[in-house]
């Protein structure tokens, strides 16, 4: 039987609805598969830690901050390099225990061949004075115009330059034998900077020094700390009291020395001004010199630490003779041993005129 246009009006659109639902219902069939198939969660690593960075200043000079200028730089001369290959660190002013101490300056050996010695220097820098520690680096940086004398005028250094894998030294700034180091050269040193004793940058009185594009170039290379022998002889210094500022009055008796923490060795220089060692330092560093005899004498005498070495140096003669002088009574019994070598009577004639010179 045949159906009416009517009824066919009415099931056709029945038929798209339920296309559209089955559509649909696909559509969300494939949304839940999208759900069900999301990749595991991805486990966080870390990013690696950033490299150290080339230079790290040496423990001792790490944040040290003083409330007062350092005194000016003592004036003194350059011991004699001991051997090639040595390079010359100037002294300076350090700062421990709530007072200024003076390291001196040394020949040191370079950590590596190509180096050179940027020396340390206190700047005023928000009200106090800050310590900017010295490096070794391939060219030499900004050191705040100190002059500190040896090729390190305030800027840069004309003490030496490196030929290959040896040093050359200028002996127009550099006491430097040449029986013993043959790669020398003379050049004419011109200083433009205010020749003066200040040791501190910045600040009233300090010097007015600001770093060239070379020096800031040369804070941008790698660095390498202060050789363990620097450290050592930092160390031998803050415990040295007679190179207290306090103690020798910006003097220092031990102002430069041949090798580092050698400060009993022979070439060890003292400023221009400063007194004589002192007793109770030779007390506390004891030299050959120094012997048994003449100790006791010099260190229970009141009021002779300014002359203490000379004092060392001449009571052994002057014991001896007055050793000899009051025994004329008492001859046998005092030095047998060396009047039985000698005759009894040019021994009693040189002892009168010995006595005639002392008096």
Request: glycine share 12%; charged share 10%.
């Amino acid at each position: 039987m045949a159906k009416s246009p009517l009824n066919l009006k009415h099931t056709l659109p029945l038929a798209g609805v339920a296309l559209a639902l089955s559509a649909a219902a696909l559509l969300g069939g494939c949304v839940v598969q999208e759900r069900v198939a999301v990749p595991p969660p991805r486990v966080y690593a870390p990013p690696p830690p950033p490299p150290p960075p080339a230079y790290v200043e040496p423990a001792v000079d790490v944040e040290v901050h003083a409330t007062e200028a350092p005194p000016p730089l003592p004036d003194y001369e350059q011991p004699p390099c001991p051997e090639d290959g040595y390079l010359w660190t100037p002294g300076y002013w350090a700062w421990a225990g709530g007072g200024y101490y003076w390291v001196p300056g040394t020949w040191v050996q370079p950590p590596r061949v190509g180096v050179l010695w940027t020396p340390g220097y206190w700047g005023f820098v928000g009200g106090v004075y800050a310590f900017h520690a010295g490096y070794w680096g391939p060219h030499v940086g900004f050191y705040g115009g100190v002059n500190y004398g040896f090729g390190y005028v305030g800027v840069g250094f004309a003490g030496g330059r490196w030929a290959g894998n040896s040093f050359a030294y200028n002996r127009t700034v550099n006491n430097v034998n040449v029986t013993n180091i043959h790669n020398t050269y003379n050049e004419t040193v011109i200083n433009n900077v205010t020749v003066n004793k200040v040791s501190y940058n910045g600040g009233a009185g300090g010097v007015a020094a600001v770093p060239t594009a070379q020096e800031r170039a040369a804070a941008q290379e790698p660095h390498v700390a202060p050789t363990p022998m620097q450290r050592q002889h930092i160390q031998e210094a803050a415990r040295n009291p007679a190179l207290a500022a306090k103690a020798n009055g910006g003097h220092p008796a031990i102002a430069a020395t041949p090798r580092p923490a050698a400060f009993n060795a022979p070439g060890v220089v003292g400023a221009h001004g400063a007194a004589p060692m002192s007793a109770p330092l030779a007390r506390a560093n004891p030299t050959p010199g120094n012997a048994a005899p003449g100790a006791p004498h010099v260190n229970g005498t009141p009021g002779l630490a300014p002359g203490a070495q000379p004092t060392v140096t001449h009571v052994p003669p002057n014991a001896a003779v007055h050793a000899q002088t009051p025994p004329p009574g008492s001859k046998p019994a005092a030095k047998p041993a060396p009047k039985a070598q000698q005759p009894h009577a040019k021994p009693a004639k040189e002892e009168k005129h010995e006595e005639g010179r002392n008096r």
